[in-house]
Each structure stands twice: as C-alpha cells, then as structure tokens.
T-cell receptor, first 111, second 113 residues
C-alpha cells in the first residue's frame, strides 16, 4: 500500500475551515483514500473515503486531484470537539487488506 | 447496530504477568483485526482473522503474544509474559464481507509496571 505523508500537527480557531493535506505519491490504481478520526481514549472512527474528485458528507469534504498524488480533508467551521488526530490512509478495497496507519495529524482547535 | 465490544477497558499488571483481552465484533463481520497503539503513535496491526483463520500475523510477537478466534465470532488476545514495552492500547476492529469500512472498538488500555 502507498505510504502517506501528512503534517504532524495543526492549530485552528473555532469557526474556521481546516484543510489537512496528505501526500501519497505512489498510490496504486485500486487504492482509495480514507480518513479516520481518533479522539483521546477512543478507537479510530471512519470519516470519509474517496477515489477521485470530490466527496462530501455531513462531517467533511475530501478533494482528490486527477493525478491522485495528494488529497485534502476539509473540515468546515471546526469546533472544540473536532480536536483529535486525523489519519490519512491508502485503502485497497479488495480481499482483506488491513488499514496501515501513520502517525496522523494532531488537530488542536482553540476557542 | 451494536459496535465492536472490547473488555476489559483498563488493565494494570506487573511485568512477567499474563493478561487477556476479549473482542466481540459487529454481528456478521467476517474479518477481525487486533491493533496495538503506543502513546503518540498510530495503530499497528498485530493480527488479522478471516472467520476463524489467520490471514496475517507477521507483526505479532509470537514468543509472548497469541490470539484466537475459535468459532469465527469473538476473539481473545493474550500476552504472556508481559513486558514494560507492551504498555499500549489494544484495539479490535472488524469489517463485513465486501464492506469498505473498518469499525474499531474503544480499546483496552494496558499498563505494565
């Protein structure tokens, strides 16, 4: 699976839009980009997944350009409760491929 | 729908003692994973089951860790004897057949003193 690289940490004020960029230069044709969120003392939670262009759900938007070498998770108008670690992963939806986690991006939202 | 259940939530043991963690995946999920997460790091896969068979245990320290999923439903992860460096959160996760989302439990926190 492709290695992903993302910033170690980010800070934001409440109400701002936060964009977390992830690079995955060696992503394979059948890999999806998946983002998980992890709060302290909890297991990771699926946020969003996409293959190309833009995906939006009630929590976030995911932008993946045509070359798929990077992606951006966008969190609109963050609140204090969005403080968490966000993991970008390349996920192969075939067979039983597990998720391979990096260190993630630690987002701190400040009042 | 019930999520992935894990127990115990917290455990403190002395080094060289043994400990066991239990996981009940989401009903009907054939694939079950055990991850280890050390403080400040992302989760690391220890073992993956498909029904009651092991798919991948390449990162499981087999001299002290063992896991089983005898009936293809719930699973147990055991550590014997524990070392200080085993202090971590042990996460269980599951995925349904053909599903594209992996669901995690809240984890079992182990402190080895």
């Amino acid at each position: 699976l492709a290695k992903t690289t993302q910033p170690i940490s980010m800070d934001s004020y409440e109400g701002q839009e936060v964009n977390i960029t992830c690079s995955h230069n060696n992503i394979a044709t059948n890999d999806y980009i998946t983002w998980y969120q992890q709060f302290p003392s909890q297991g990771p939670r699926f946020i969003i997944q996409g293959y190309k262009t833009k995906v939006t759900n009630e929590v976030a938007s995911l932008f993946i350009p045509a070359d798929r070498k990077s992606s951006t998770l966008s969190l609109p108008r963050v609140s204090l409760s969005d403080t968490a670690v966000y993991y970008c992963l390349a996920y192969r939806n075939s067979g039983n491929t597990p998720l391979v986690f990096g260190k993630g991006t630690r987002l701190s939202v400040i009042a | 729908e019930a999520g992935v259940a894990q127990s115990p939530r917290y455990k403190i043991i002395e080094k060289r003692q043994s400990v066991a963690f239990w996981c009940n995946p989401i009903s009907g999920h054939a694939t079950l994973y055990w991850y280890q997460q050390i403080l400040g790091q992302g989760p690391k896969l220890l073992i993956q089951f498909q029904n009651n068979g092991v798919v991948d245990d390449s990162q499981l320290p087999k001299d002290r860790f063992s896991a089983e999923r005898l009936k293809g439903v719930d699973s147990t992860l055991k550590i014997q004897p524990a070392k200080l460096e085993d202090s971590a959160v042990y996460l269980c996760a599951s995925r349904g057949l053909g599903g594209n989302t992996i669901y995690f439990g809240e984890g079992s926190w182990l402190t080895v003193v």
